[in-house]
């Protein structure tokens, strides 16, 4: 799981199934160690309501749909799980290194 | 999997509902012949074997096996920490021992 700032929102009205109510957001991956921007800004889901500029943890690959299964989202009604290949599980209060390399 | 270092933790009131109470650990791979640290550090879950700061342990990397090791299958995490190292030996020599 990696780190990231979340540097923006995306909005997409025509979209694949299960996606939509869902809250995309653009985010820049940091380093654990430096909080350096480390590669490419992606977009990823959000599970736990994070705003611009927050610093987040998130999850790729297969385990962020594990992230919206048996999702309701807003209303009442059974979901799919979303097409996701990002989630965002968490707004990062504070680390500490003990370590340093 | 892979052995790593673990260098510090981190906090976060808010996460996914599955998360709550997980011990959050940043880890980083080691290179097995010296024991120096290589590549990117990672967030790891604890798998609950009581891995602290500057322990070197055993991180799983898939999903899979690591929502097993939690004992939870809804569990949205790949990397956990399975085990802390007691040895390690390359080529019979002893380059790690607690």
Redo the contacts between chains.
Sequence with gaps: ???AKVIGRVFCSRQCCGMDRKTTLLIQPL???TDKP?GDPLVAAD???AGAGETV?F?A???????F??WDGETSSRTEPPPVDA?I????????????? | MFIAKVIGNVWADRKHRELAGAKLLLVKAMEPGGGGLVGESTLALDGGFGAGPGDAVLVVDEGGSARKILGNPKCPVRTVVCGVLDKVQVHGKTVLSR
């Design positions: 799981m990696k780190q380093d654990w160690e480390s599970t736990v309501g943890f999850v690959a297969r385990e962020a749909i594990a992230a299964e048996d989630a599980l968490g707004i990062i209060d504070g680390k500490k290194l003990y370590v340093h390399s």
